[in-house]
């Protein structure tokens, strides 16, 4: 059974080989990574960690042009399989990105991971008082798009950015579902 859990410095190695399945830079979406980021040592991994947790911390301002974030990983029997990031606010960058980003390796597509860890972090965003949430996904992502419409994701538009053309759903955030 997967488990949504904050990041944790004690699962590096799986951390690693979920990334090395992705391919390095390429679309790790809700890991909250930067360019910046140096994972690959104890040290560098456990910097980046303490990072998410900070933008994660209600108490702690948001860096200026950002917004707070709860980072989730999922996990299953020690595996990293995925991520899902929320940002709190709304901003410029979440008017790009989105409220909700997130990203299943590959070889765990396919399972519902991403309708599940979606479902989950919608309630998180009700009990942060959101209302509704702007969700994004590449345009030619059907897989991504199924998963945004099956919780209740109304399709906006589709807008050009600086790195590819992506559909833009809007969830209303209501009572929690069953």
């Known amino acids: 059974m997967p488990e949504l859990i ?19 830079g390429v679309h790790e979406d809700g890991f909250g990574l930067r360019p910046s980021d140096e994972v690959g040592s104890p040290d560098g991994f456990a910097a980046w960690v303490a990072r998410l947790a900070e933008e994660s911390d209600p108490a702690k301002a948001a860096q200026t042009g950002r917004t707070r974030c709860t980072y989730r990983w999922i996990i299953e029997g020690g595996r990293v399989l995925g991520g899902i990031a929320l940002r709190h606010e709304f901003n410029d960058f979440v008017l790009r990105a989105g409220h909700i980003g997130y990203g299943i390796r590959p070889s765990a597509r396919q ?8 479902g989950r972090m919608l309630d998180e965003a009700r009990v942060l008082g ?15 798009a199924k998963t945004i419409e099956r ?28």
């Open 151 to 178: 919780h209740g994701g109304v399709l906006e538009d589709a807008r050009h950015t600086e790195h590819s053309t992506v559909r833009r759903y809007w969830i209303k955030i209501g009572e929690p579902r069953v």
């Open 130 to 144: 959101l209302d509704q949430v702007l969700i994004v996904c590449e345009v030619d992502n059907l897989a991504s």
């Open 6 to 24: 904050a990041p944790t410095t004690r699962l590096h190695a799986a951390w690693l080989q979920a990334r090395m399945e992705w391919g390095p």
């Open 111 to 118: 399972r519902g991971l991403a309708t599940w860890a979606l």
